[in-house]
């Protein structure tokens, strides 16, 4: 039986703007979109305390959905924005990264919501020494996008302003 494998999308030798700057980047982006998910959390928190007081310590009882409700509100948000039109979350957005499958399809809810997953399951166990995987192959892919089959690029808007720049400091320029 013939397999009909794809090869990678992103050659990070042809096309070196896809991936520069992507780790640093990517860890602000990840502050941000961990921003964006705690604050619902900490409003929930804080009115479930005052619904507590209220009700003389009978709200109390409400924290045990705090946990499961941040999980699934995570997954929701994960899922959601890296499966949206963009492929990417509001914190990859904001610094102009985007997902894509290694053959170069968009990201999709599924996908989203699974790469959440994975990561907080690698992150667990083998804490952040999984970012030195990004520095040791050459598409920067961290523990969890191999697993899955992602990468992680520059969005095609911050890859034409790097190709426009890395054309105009070229040495053959002046010839």
């Not at 509100?73 to 899922?79: E, I, Q, R």
């Amino acid at each position: 039986m013939p397999i009909d494998i794809k090869p990678h999308a992103y050659d990070p030798v042809q096309n070196p703007e896809l991936f520069d700057g992507v780790v640093a980047r990517r860890v602000v982006a990840f502050i941000i979109d961990f921003i964006i998910i705690a604050i619902p959390v900490v409003v929930a928190a804080m009115f479930i305390f005052a619904f507590g007081i209220v009700t003389l310590g009978l709200g109390f009882a409400l924290y045990w959905l705090l946990p499961p409700g941040t999980v699934i509100w995570a997954l929701f948000y994960f899922g959601i924005t890296l499966g949206g039109p963009s492929s990417a979350t509001i914190g990859m957005r904001v610094m102009d990264l985007e997902m894509r499958t290694w053959y170069g399809a968009p990201a999709y809810f599924v996908l989203g919501a699974v790469h959440a997953i994975v990561f907080w399951f690698s992150i667990s166990a083998f804490t952040p020494f999984i970012l030195l995987v990004a520095f040791f192959n050459e598409r920067r892919r961290l523990l969890h996008d191999i697993v899955l089959g992602t990468v992680i690029i520059n969005n095609a808007r911050r890859a034409a302003m790097l190709r426009a720049g890395m054309a105009n400091a070229s040495p053959y320029n002046g010839l």
